[in-house]
């Protein structure tokens, strides 16, 4: 019998470089002309996975946000995996949103992904839910191969990573 071949196909989000990015964006705000004399706040909960961003106002939110967001690009944290709530209004005009970070992916998102796979008649490929991850299993490399190539253009709302490659 022929040995088989898997990888596994997952999403994760470095909390240690989100808290880089929480860092250098906070510098960068003390230190821009146009939040001068403003209080401007992100507070990083690594339990929760999520950071906490407000402002004076909505403008400032948005520059807030903006300022975070190529952090943490640059930082190569999937901007893919941001889960942004509503922005909340408070007293005075303060601004508030809240970013999530999603890390393995859910069911639904993997019932997709595979729905996908066995849809596109790839020959002899087996695909198997394992928790927040998704399990391709084939005899040829070449078929791995392939099914990587098809998923990778595809946008399913988070950044796949492709692993455990063996």
């Known amino acids: 019998m022929a040995k088989k071949q898997s990888f596994d196909i997952s999403t994760a989000v470095d909390f240690q470089e989100v808290d880089n990015a929480v860092n250098q964006a906070i510098k960068e705000t003390q230190t821009r002309y146009d939040f001068k004399g403003t209080i401007c706040?992100?507070?990083?909960?690594?339990?929760?996975?999520?950071?906490?961003?407000?402002?004076?106002?909505?403008?400032?939110l948005d520059q807030l946000v903006k300022v975070f967001r190529e952090k943490l690009s640059r930082r190569q944290v999937p901007l893919k995996n941001i889960d942004e709530s509503n922005v909340d209004i408070g007293s005075l005009g303060r601004a508030r949103i809240t970013m999530g970070f999603k890390s393995g992916i859910d069911q639904e998102t993997a019932k997709k992904i595979s729905k996908d796979i066995r849809a596109n008649g790839f020959k002899k490929v087996q695909v198997q839910i394992q928790g927040d991850e998704v399990r391709v299993t084939s005899a040829s490399r070449d078929e791995l191969q392939s099914v990587i190539t098809f998923l990778k253009p595809r946008d399913y709302g988070v950044e796949l990573m492709f692993g455990n490659y063996r």
């Open 41 to 60: 706040e992100l507070d990083f909960d690594r339990e929760a996975g999520s950071v906490k961003l407000e402002a004076d106002d909505q403008f400032r």
